[in-house]
């Protein structure tokens, strides 16, 4: 459960630093890192609040989650938008539906089972 919560943190230095110094990271990395790491955190958030449940379960409800979260974006009620307007509410819940952003959040997901399959599970053994 530590190693999962450790994950967590970070995963969010390690986005949150990908906005604060996307000025000198390759553009690549600057336009994608966000997402494919927060979709990478909430992958480990599922692992850690339900460690007796599968990597693939983990996986599946990260993608649902994600997915779910990208399409809400689609809403654009006024409540909504103000929640989406704070720091806190753009981070959590983004600000505007992108496509490419489905395909983000996959790979962040894959990546963090990748390292949950071959270096958290290969600790456990």
């Known amino acids: 459960m530590l190693k999962y919560a450790a994950a967590i943190v970070v995963t969010i230095v390690l986005g949150l630093s990908s906005r604060r ?27 850690f609040i339900c460690t007796k449940r599968s990597l693939a379960w983990a996986a599946g409800w ?7 979260i990208e399409f809400s974006q689609l809403y654009q009620a006024e409540w ?4 989406r307007n704070t720091v806190v509410g753009s981070l959590i819940l983004g600000r505007g539906f992108l496509a490419i952003d489905l395909a983000r959040y996959v790979i962040g997901i ?15 053994r």
């Open 110 to 124: 894959a990546a963090a089972w990748i390292v949950d399959k071959f270096a958290f599970q290969r600790s456990k």
């Open 80 to 83: 909504i938008v103000a929640v």
């Open 62 to 68: 990260s993608v649902i989650f994600c997915f779910g």
């Open 21 to 47: 110094f996307s000025n000198v990271l390759p553009d690549i990395i600057a336009v994608n890192a966000g997402d494919i790491l927060w979709a990478s955190m909430i992958y480990f958030g599922f692992r």
